[in-house]
């Protein structure tokens, strides 16, 4: 999508991440989740897209407990009119290169892996690790070389992830 601008969230941003999240999402346990982060100081990166005026798609990446510096990657969000156009690819693609500069060593997440294949993240790279989501839909990526620092031992997302359910 051209004229995309992608930056750290502002604070001013906050109603319409949330607001964002409640449209892409079928209740608002999403929204209330990245709130959540944020009042806990559990959210590192938050990262928006703007067409325009309009703020048209929110990344989040969030602490975890792990045995080398981890991020959790979600929820992710983007406004229905601008999906299928690379828009969700840009945001995280600018949020692990921010991920890395900050000298994190590896980001998780639970999604589709023929999506997040494209983005570097594999299933081995999460296999070894323990986790209430481990299976087929948890993946790993090395921020810090090739490899994660382990590939063993025990993850677990922010607190906040728990009232998800």
Not at 93 to 105: E, N, P, V
């Amino acid at each position: 999508m051209e004229h995309l601008t992608i930056r750290n969230e502002k604070q001013s941003d906050q109603p319409a991440i949330f607001s964002l999240h409640c449209g892409a999402f079928p209740s608002s346990a999403e929204a209330n989740l990245v709130d959540q982060l944020r009042n806990d100081g559990d959210l590192v990166l938050s990262l928006v897209a703007i067409h325009g005026d309009a703020l048209v798609a929110h990344v989040a990446l969030s602490r975890m407990k792990a045995p080398f510096a981890a991020l959790g990657l979600g929820p992710v969000a983007v406004r229905a009119a601008e999906r299928r156009q690379g828009v969700a690819h840009q945001l995280i693609s600018k949020a692990l290169d921010q991920a890395r500069d900050q000298q994190w060593f590896g980001v998780f997440v639970l999604g589709d892996p023929h999506y997040y294949q494209r983005l570097g993240f594999s299933l081995d790279a999460a296999a070894g690790f323990g986790s209430p989501y481990s299976g087929p839909h948890f993946l790993g990526r090395a921020l810090q070389g090739s490899n994660l620092p382990t590939t063993a031992g025990t993850l677990a997302y922010a607190k906040a992830f728990n009232a998800l359910g």
